[in-house]
Nanobody
Framework: QVQLVESGGGLVQAGGSLRLSCAAS????????MGWFRQAPGKEREFVAA????????YYADSVKGRFTISRDNAKNTVYLQMNSLKPEDTAVYYC????????????????????WGQGTQVTVSS
């Protein structure tokens, strides 16, 4: 059974930084691309960033490009999201997700390409 557990959320002032972590278990982590998504109250879940199974490819939403960095440590079965220059509009519950198929990378921004999700961690950015 795949489990994804996020941590690292919290309250931060605008311009500050946070680092989210997502620890995975249940299947061979290094075989699967991972993604981060977020959902603000009253809004649909939206793509933030994704990283391929090897870490060699990354993809970002335009809204976070240049501010957020996704990375992974396959030895620790963990994916990270470093968030810098945070803005109030970044406030949301952040979810990590694991890709549907092994060694696949098409449409990394699509919610439907991921079949396992964590419980989410709240990020609140005050102005």
């Amino acid at each position: 059974q795949v489990q994804l557990v996020e941590s690292g959320g919290g309250l931060v002032q605008a311009g500050g930084s946070l680092r989210l972590s997502c620890a995975a278990s249940g299947r061979t982590f290094s075989n699967y691309a991972m993604g981060w998504f977020r959902q603000a109250p009253g809004k649909e879940r939206e793509f933030v960033a994704a990283i391929s199974w090897s870490g060699g490819s990354t993809y970002y939403a335009d809204s976070v490009k240049g501010r957020f960095t996704i990375s992974r440590d396959n030895a620790k079965n963990t994916v990270y999201l470093q968030m810098n220059s945070l803005k109030p509009e970044d406030t949301a519950v952040y979810y990590c997700a694991q890709r549907l198929g092994a060694h696949t990378w098409d449409n990394p921004q699509s919610v439907g390409r991921y079949d396992y999700w964590g419980q989410g961690t709240q990020v609140t950015v005050s102005s």
